[in-house]
């Protein structure tokens, strides 16, 4: 079984406008952490938000937010305000704290976002 | 404070050779990590490095090995070259401790094998 899900391989936004990528995940671990990471062409991984398993608030980081709900296993990321620069891959990863093995991280295969002008 | 920082960044390889993807952690990070990432797919983990020792393994023939130098730089191998090894090698230092392990990732060194 996948241990993380995104539905939507291709997503497009008008710039200035506001955008919702997908993600769930499945574990039985109660304590995880949940990331966004945005690769350009480029390659590299960027990451753009953390939320974990036992905080309170959902996350925030300037024009990311992260919609976490936990009963649901869903950990939706926000962009607001979408600029041409925001077109690029998004992953959805997860951080599983199991036995002492802090490690590793499990991908989903990712929403390519395209903003146009 | 330097990134994470990979060579070659391109590498092309034939079918049964061996090779070897340098990886230089960011500063004050202990532990390495190796990532595949195979074309329109997530990144898939190899293994993991803290403090020389492997301390983590994903779904990988055994020949992708690795090794993590004192600095805590790092190396991945693989030997016997297959087509499917074709891929993005992505390398992601943190550091230990803490609830949240903050990752930081190179920009990769794209493999192809012909």
């Known amino acids: 079984a996948q241990k993380i899900t995104q539905t939507q391989p291709g997503m497009f936004v008008q710039e200035k406008e506001a955008v919702t990528l997908d993600c769930t995940y499945d574990?039985?671990?109660?304590?995880?952490?949940l990331f966004w990471y945005k690769q350009p062409s480029s390659g590299e991984m960027i990451f753009l938000i953390y939320q974990g398993s036992y905080d309170q608030q959902n996350a925030t980081e300037g024009r990311y937010s992260l919609n976490f709900q936990k009963a649901r296993k869903s950990a939706n990321l926000v962009i607001s305000a979408s600029q041409l620069g925001d077109s690029a891959m998004y992953f959805c990863a997860m951080r599983e704290v199991s036995g002492g093995s802090n490690y590793k991280l499990t991908f989903g295969k990712g929403t390519l976002l395209t903003v146009n002008p | 404070e330097t990134g994470v920082t990979q060579s070659p960044t391109h590498l092309i390889k034939t079918r049964g050779q061996q090779v070897t993807l340098r990886c230089s952690s960011q500063s004050g990070h202990n532990t390495v990590s190796w990532y595949q990432q195979a074309l329109g797919q997530g990144p898939q983990f190899i293994f993991q490095?803290?403090?020389?020792?492997?301390?983590g393994r994903g779904n990988f023939p055994p020949r992708f090995s690795g090794l993590q130098f004192p600095n805590y730089s790092s190396e991945l191998n693989v030997n016997a070259l297959e087509l499917d090894d074709s891929a993005l090698y992505l390398c992601a230092s943190s550091s230990s401790g803490g609830v949240y392990y903050g990752y930081t990732f190179g920009s990769g060194t794209r493999l192809t094998v012909v």
């Open positions: 490095y803290y403090r020389e020792e492997e301390n």
């Open positions: 574990t039985s671990d109660p304590s995880y952490g």
